[in-house]
């Protein structure tokens, strides 16, 4: 069965720093392209990075110079360090394998395999 | 990054047809795919690239584009469908994009 598990999150003061872990079974995270996407209390989903699988990162804007994405391919385990927290990083957190064909216009993209998310709170 | 504009909430009547949409530029080179979420669950993609479901996705569900906008169908909507709907794709610079959701209440 294929399966991400999240790990790592919880209640943090602003300016400090938090480590979350995706576990992955069935699924290679060296072979893949991986996100982690968050979803503030009552908002909508953010994409937030993305690893791809030759190991290129990539960041969405809000979180670009203070978030890492990194992967531990011997224990099959995706990161995200997440430093510098923020109030407005408050957000449920999951990690998700993505998949898309960039054969030909129009390409597709999705997400595939979702971890439940982990909870990170930004408060003082 | 490019943007992607659902309308926050739609309804159907139980059995009727809806049809969910999602405008932005991207989706002139990109096919969007759909999320469901239920409150406290992770989303689940149900349709993606042409019009693809995924196992176990009910056939009920359906996706088409024109130009900038995509569109999410289900036909005959059934209780359990009421959730929250994402729509999905990547911007012109490679990065991932997603709708502000749309809240199907199914009457």
């Known amino acids: 069965e294929v399966q991400l598990v999240e790990t790592g999150g919880g209640l943090i003061q602003p300016g400090g720093s938090l480590r979350l872990s995706c576990a992955a079974s069935?699924?290679?995270?060296?072979?893949?392209?991986m996100s982690w996407v968050r979803q503030a209390p009552g908002k909508g989903l953010e994409w937030v990075s993305v690893?791809?699988?030759?190991?290129?990162?990539y960041y969405a804007d809000s979180v670009k110079g203070r978030f890492t994405i990194s992967r531990d391919n011997s224990k099959n385990t995706l990161h995200l360090q997440m430093n510098s927290l923020r109030v407005e990083d408050t957000a449920v957190y999951f990690c998700?394998?993505?998949?898309?064909?960039?054969?030909?216009?129009?390409?597709?993209?999705?997400?595939?395999?979702w971890g439940k998310g982990t909870t990170v709170t930004v408060s003082s | 990054s490019s943007e992607l504009t659902q309308d926050p909430a739609v309804s159907v009547a139980l059995g009727q047809t809806v049809r969910i949409t999602c405008q932005g530029d991207?989706?002139?080179?990109?096919?969007a795919s759909w999320y469901q979420q239920k409150p406290g669950q992770a989303p689940v993609v149900v349709i993606f690239?042409?019009?693809n479901r995924p196992s176990g996705i009910p056939d009920r569900f359906s996706g088409s584009r024109s130009g900038n906008t995509a569109s999410l169908t289900i036909t005959g909507a059934q209780a359990e469908d009421e959730a929250d709907y994402y729509c999905?794709?990547?911007?012109?610079?490679?990065?991932?994009?997603f709708g502000g959701g749309t809240k199907l209440t199914v009457l």
């Open positions: 998700a394998r993505d998949r898309f064909n960039l054969a030909a216009a129009p390409y597709h993209y999705y997400m595939d395999v």
């Open positions: 069935g699924l290679s995270v060296s072979s893949n392209y």
């Open positions: 690893i791809y699988s030759g190991g290129n990162t």
């Open positions: 991207s989706l002139r080179s990109y096919y």
């Open positions: 690239g042409q019009n």
């Open positions: 999905n794709s990547r911007d012109s610079i490679g990065d991932v994009v």
